[in-house]
């Protein structure tokens, strides 16, 4: 295997988007560990810069896990890596830094029949029958688009569908939204 192919391999989908070193507030500590890639056949095309995983993908990295049926990394000129998973579905977990007061990060998990990673603008898009649950929320369409950088989520009947087009068959969005734990209650009679 030539030397760019086998960086594009390695790098390609530790960089892409889900499973990047800037994914919305993943452990800082899985950007430092080694991208583990394993699948039935892998097949590089160092002209055109792109890497084809096909098999039963597993992609691991620090918390990070990817499954796919097929995998196919670009990387354009200036080093930006661009992923399409797929799979019935392709499916997707990682570990989150914890937020204040949070001593322990919660997990980010998603599945798609396609995802689309984007390491240039730090974007994840999920397409058909798209899920993804963070702690107890969860969030369910045929479009899910994340944004790492922003922290920033939407969800949708398609990616190009028009809210409320009247006609439209695909669906409605759904989401569960899980109550935040509230500061305990001072005990009766205490003073303020």
Not at 51 to 63: A, P
Not at 162 to 177: D, L, S, Y
Request: aromatic share 4%; glycine share 8%.
């Amino acid at each position: 295997m030539s030397r760019i192919a086998l960086a594009c391999a390695v790098a390609c989908l530790g960089a892409s988007g889900v499973i990047a070193s800037r994914a919305v507030h993943a452990e800082k500590a899985d950007r430092d560990m080694p991208t583990q890639i394993e699948a039935n056949k892998m097949s590089a095309d160092d002209a055109r810069r792109m890497t084809v995983f096909e098999g039963s993908v597993v992609l691991t990295r620090g918390t990070i896990r990817l499954t796919a049926d097929r995998v196919v990394v670009r990387q354009d000129a200036e080093g930006f890596q661009f992923a399409t998973a797929t799979g019935k579905p392709a499916r997707f977990r990682q570990r989150q830094d914890p937020k204040p007061p949070e001593t322990e990060g919660v997990w980010l998990e998603g599945e798609a029949l396609r995802m689309e990673m984007d390491d240039r603008s730090g974007k994840i898009e999920l397409y058909d029958s798209a899920h993804v649950k963070r702690g107890g929320d969860e969030v369910a369409g045929n479009y899910i688009l994340l944004d790492q950088r922003s922290d920033y989520f939407s969800v949708s009947t398609g990616k190009d569908v028009p809210a409320g087009k009247e006609g439209t068959t695909a669906g409605r969005v759904k989401a569960v939204i899980q109550p935040k734990p509230r500061p305990p209650e001072p005990p009766v009679g205490a003073t303020k």
